[in-house]
C-alpha cells in the first residue's frame, strides 16, 4: 500500500527556520517525483515544486522560487520542505503528494498534510 | 505565470446536473486534471487526463475539454458532492504546474 506520511504540526516565530518532511513507503520512493502543495487559511491549492528522488532533479513554481527549497533523501525515503527565515504569510497546510509519472504529473497519492503556524 | 480561471461558486439541488468550468491558454495541448477538496481533507482526484475517471469515483463525474475551456460535470449532484473543486494543469513548457483558483460547490 502506498503511503505518504509527514511530519507533525510545527508552530513558529517570524526569522525561524523549519523543515518538514514526507515519508514514502509501498512503492519504490526513488522512482516517483514527490511534490508540494501549499494551501492557506480558507484558500486554494498552490503548486510549490516537485523533485525526482533519485537525482535531485527540481522543478520550482516561479511563485515560489527563493522563497522555499525541496529536497529529497532516497536512501531513507524522505522529501522534504526547508524555509530559513519564516514570515507569517507561511501560515498555512502543506501537502506533499506523489506524481504518477513524468508526462501525467498530476498526484495519486497524498500526505495528511502539515499545519505550519508562523505567529510573533 | 500560468494560470488557470475557474469561476468561484456554482449551486445546483441535488439531483440536478453541476458544471465547473476550468480555462487555461495551454489547454488545448496540455491535460486537465479535476481534484475534489472537502473541508479538512486532502484532495481527491476525480477526473484525469481530461475525461478518465479514477477508481472507485462514482459515474455521475465526468470531465471534457475543448480549445482553453475544459468542464468538470456532475450529472444528478448529490448532497456529499459538496465540496470545493480545482482543476489542474501544466504550462506550455510542462515544466510547471497550476492549480485552478477553485469552485466551490454547494448542493442544497
Not at chain 1, 505518504?4 to 517525483?33: D, T
Not at chain 1, 498552490?46 to 527549497?69: H, L
Request: charged share 15%; net charge negative.
Amino acid at each position: 500500500e502506498v503511503q505518504l506520511v509527514q511530519s507533525g504540526a510545527e508552530v513558529k516565530k517570524p526569522g525561524e527556520s523549519l523543515k518538514i518532511s514526507c515519508k514514502g513507503s509501498g512503492y519504490s520512493f526513488s522512482n516517483y517525483w514527490i511534490g508540494w502543495v501549499r494551501q492557506m487559511p480558507g484558500k486554494g491549492l498552490e503548486w510549490m515544486g516537485i523533485i525526482y528522488p533519485d537525482n535531485s532533479d527540481t522543478r520550482n513554481s516561479p511563485s515560489f522560487q527563493g522563497q522555499v527549497t525541496i529536497s529529497a533523501d532516497k536512501s531513507i525515503a524522505t522529501a522534504y520542505l526547508q524555509w530559513s527565515s519564516l514570515e507569517a504569510s507561511d501560515t498555512a497546510m502543506y501537502y506533499c503528494g506523489r506524481l504518477y509519472s513524468t508526462s501525467s504529473a498530476y498526484f495519486d497519492y497524498w500526505g495528511q498534510g502539515t499545519l505550519v503556524t508562523v505567529s510573533s | 505565470s500560468y494560470e488557470l480561471t475557474q469561476s468561484p461558486s456554482v449551486s445546483v439541488s441535488p439531483g440536478q446536473t453541476a458544471r465547473i468550468t476550468c480555462s487555461g491558454d495551454a489547454l488545448p495541448k496540455k491535460y486537465v486534471y479535476w481534484y475534489q477538496q472537502k473541508s479538512g481533507q486532502a484532495p481527491v482526484l476525480v477526473i484525469y487526463e481530461d475525461t478518465k475517471r479514477p477508481s472507485g469515483i462514482p459515474e455521475r463525474f465526468s470531465g471534457s475539454s475543448s480549445g482553453t475551456m475544459a468542464t468538470l460535470t456532475i450529472s444528478g449532484a448529490q448532497v456529499e458532492d459538496e465540496a470545493d473543486y480545482y482543476c489542474y494543469s501544466a504550462d506550455s513548457s510542462g515544466n510547471h504546474w497550476v492549480f485552478g483558483g477553485g469552485t466551490k460547490l454547494t448542493v442544497l
